[in-house]
């Protein structure tokens, strides 16, 4: 009620004050609102510096060469936070510690939201792979966390064991092989095995198909076909064959094993037996085996290039996964060096708590892979209110973009930061220094399965073969570099391939 007076008499002594006073109160009045609301929209001060060139020239350059093009972009505006234009995409590019941990914490970040757009590796079937609900999204992660319990995860050491002496036995006793080529398929082959079915994981012929098709996704990303999908490119339609096989592929899997009414020990089934609808089904296996299967193949192609060119670290997890043969057949006497039984049969009497937990060299030793040669940029979309980062305001709308090098790739952090080195001391001084599995509120969902298939390939490989080395394409030793430009494989240019050197050791794979 007083307020009520005041204003009357306020407005009272307005109206009956000269035509001088009116005008003036008026121009503060209105100077006011013009200034509290300015204040209240974007704030010059609060945007990100944007990058010094026409958006049209980001294209190309975030799409093609990440790493080079991120780091001119903090260079260029001297800046740890900075904004471009991907058509009418705003990306905020950050790096830096305090950026890291907001970036990791941030509620409103969205990685699905981000990756969408920002990728577009994943093969788009509207409803199944892409726009997909919240809801059928949270199941998918449901069914990959019961893919990972203890009891189908022990089910599988052995199929994988038998699919790596299987293609490794394809090498021969000696010779010379790209590690992303050969390691690569294995990878797939293995991953496949894990997250499908044995209809497709026993077939070679298809497996193999798949491989070809899911190579076409991956290459047939263009900026085109990320930025406007609609838009009927050539790289387009080839995507969109491609992923039409896949997903014929998928479901006809599933069409046999319902015709069959044989119920069989696989993924496919638990997916089946849990009574999912045929998008959460068919979406499970074509997402997360091009997730799954490129992250799994990129960190083990490095991993055993590392290894062929550090006999030290070889012979570390070679000792090592020996003395725990050694231990899970005290009677027997297990040993890779003195049984003729095959290796892939001596490994799987080897426990899954005892990889999961008794192997700190091969821990190690896929810590460091993955911190040197993961070339992940993780990506978001603020579906939140704005959020700021080092004082700079991300809209809501916008994509926000952290790579993984500013932090795994700092000297300051890691000395000599290209160098492998799994016997660094583990970095505590400074918040997410190692985010190789993710970091924050988004965490990988199929790390398990992963460093499981990681530390079986690197046992079979350490035990199985003998002479390693790396060499170039004239034979000469080399040791390759990470290449970080390269968004899918980390795959050094090919001039600069490493190649892996081997012969078969005494024991039978
Ligand atoms: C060496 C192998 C792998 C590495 C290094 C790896 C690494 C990562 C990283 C760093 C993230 C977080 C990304 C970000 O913050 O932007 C992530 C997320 C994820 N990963 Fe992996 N990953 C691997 C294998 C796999 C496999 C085999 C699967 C599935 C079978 C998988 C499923 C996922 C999923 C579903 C997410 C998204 C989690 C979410 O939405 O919150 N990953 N992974």
Not at 337 to 358: A, D, G, N
Request: glycine share 6%; hydrophobic share 40%.
């Amino acid at each position: 009620m007083p307020y009520c007076v005041g204003l009357q008499s306020a407005a009272n002594a307005f109206l009956s004050a000269g035509f001088a006073t009116q005008f003036t109160l008026s121009v503060v009045i209105f100077l006011v609102v013009v200034l509290v609301t300015s204040s209240l929209q974007t704030n010059e001060a609060d945007a990100p510096t944007s990058l010094p060139c026409y958006s049209l020239f980001t294209i190309l350059p975030f799409f093609r060469r990440r790493y080079d093009f991120l780091n001119w972009g903090f260079h260029a505006t001297g800046q740890s936070v900075f904004q471009f234009q991907l058509l009418r995409n705003t990306v905020v590019a950050v790096s830096g510690e305090s950026a890291r941990q907001a970036f990791f914490n941030a509620k409103g970040l969205d990685l699905t939201e981000g990756f969408k757009i920002l990728s577009g590796a994943i093969p788009m079937v509207r409803g199944v792979t892409s726009n997909l609900e919240t809801r059928r999204i949270a199941i998918i992660h449901k069914r990959l966390a019961a893919v990972q319990r203890n009891a189908p995860l022990n089910d599988l050491i052995p199929l994988i064991l038998d699919d790596s002496r299987r293609i490794m036995e394809t090498w021969g006793p000696s010779g010379k092989f790209d590690p992303f080529d050969s390691i690569y398929a294995l990878l797939f082959q293995t991953t496949l095995r894990s997250l499908s079915c044995s209809e497709i994981s026993d077939d070679p012929a298809i497996v193999g198909r798949l491989k070809t098709l899911y190579d076409k996704l991956d290459h047939g990303t263009t900026p085109a076909t990320v930025l406007v999908p609609w838009l009927p490119t050539p790289a387009m339609i080839k995507k969109l064959w491609a992923t039409k096989e896949i997903y014929q592929i998928v479901c006809g899997a599933i069409r046999a094993r319902e015709q069959s009414g044989i119920s069989r020990n696989d993924t496919l089934q638990m997916l089946l037996d849990s009574g999912d609808e045929k998008l959460v089904v068919v979406g499970f296996i074509m997402g997360l085996l091009i997730a799954g299967a490129r992250a799994t193949g990129t960190t083990a192609s490095w991993m055993m290039t590392f290894l062929g060119g550090h006999p030290e670290w070889r012979a570390k997890a070679a000792a090592e996964v020996e003395s725990l043969l050694l231990a899970a057949n005290p009677d027997t006497k297990l040993s890779s060096s003195s049984s003729s039984e095959s290796l892939s049969s001596q490994l799987s009497t080897i426990p899954l708590e005892v990889w999961e937990s008794e192997t700190p060299v091969l821990d190690a030793i896929i810590k460091e892979t993955t911190r040197v040669a993961q070339p992940h940029t993780a990506m978001r979309r603020n579906l939140g209110p704005p959020v700021y980062i080092d004082g700079k305001m991300i809209p809501t709308g916008a994509y926000v973009v952290y790579p993984f090098s500013d932090v795994h790739l700092d000297p300051s952090i890691y000395p000599d930061p290209w160098a492998f080195n799994p016997g660094r001391a583990e970095v505590k001084h400074t918040p997410f220094a190692y985010v190789g599995w993710g970091g924050g509120k988004t965490l990988c969902l199929g790390t398990r399965l992963a460093k499981l298939e990681l530390k079986l390939i690197a046992a079979m490989f350490v035990l199985g073969f003998r002479q390693l080395s790396v060499i170039d394409k004239d034979g000469n030793p080399t040791s390759p570099q990470p290449n970080w430009n390269d968004i899918l494989l980390c795959r050094p240019p090919p001039e600069k391939t490493g190649y892996l050197s081997y012969e078969r050791s005494d024991v039978p794979l």
